[in-house]
């Protein structure tokens, strides 16, 4: 068991495009947070997404897990998933995020917008992007 707090996080990537959420500290985000007590990793994602986006999505395979070093000393244990999206890609940004933007995955870098995205998740993007899709996926 990790001494750090754990978040859940979704690459969901619509027409060669992956969902970001800016947050309050004016970095890129992926859709995500804490498991409830008891709540499988998947579930809580599912829920997380939906709640921050208004999006229903499968969850596919874990990507990544990384240490993000949230504020200085501060450490969040992330654990991130591909996702699938279900249905439209019309979105509703939750409260706790500034902006919310599909970024086409040929545009990705440390910046986006003016805007940091933290290098665990451009690794996570990177690592769901790789991986082979079933045959239903493939316009994803």
Not at 25 to 49: H, M, N, Q, S, Y
Not at 77 to 94: D, H, Q
Request: aromatic share 6%.
């Amino acid at each position: 068991m990790s001494p750090h707090p754990l978040s859940i996080k979704g690459v969901v990537i619509h027409d060669r495009c992956v969902l970001l959420l800016r947050n309050g500290r004016g970095e890129w985000d992926l859709p995500g947070g804490r498991p409830d007590p008891g709540e499988d990793f998947p579930a809580a994602l599912k829920r997380e997404v939906r709640e921050e986006t208004g999006l229903d999505v499968d969850v596919g395979g874990r990507v990544d897990e990384h240490l993000f070093e949230v504020l200085p000393g501060a450490f969040v244990r992330i654990v991130a998933y591909a996702c699938r999206l279900n249905g439209t890609p019309t979105t509703t940004l939750s409260p706790e995020h500034l902006e919310l933007r599909w970024v086409p995955v040929a545009e990705l870098a440390g910046t986006i917008a003016g805007y940091p995205l933290p290098a665990g998740y451009l690794g996570a993007i990177r690592q769901a992007i790789s991986q082979p899709r079933a045959p239903s996926d493939r316009t994803v």
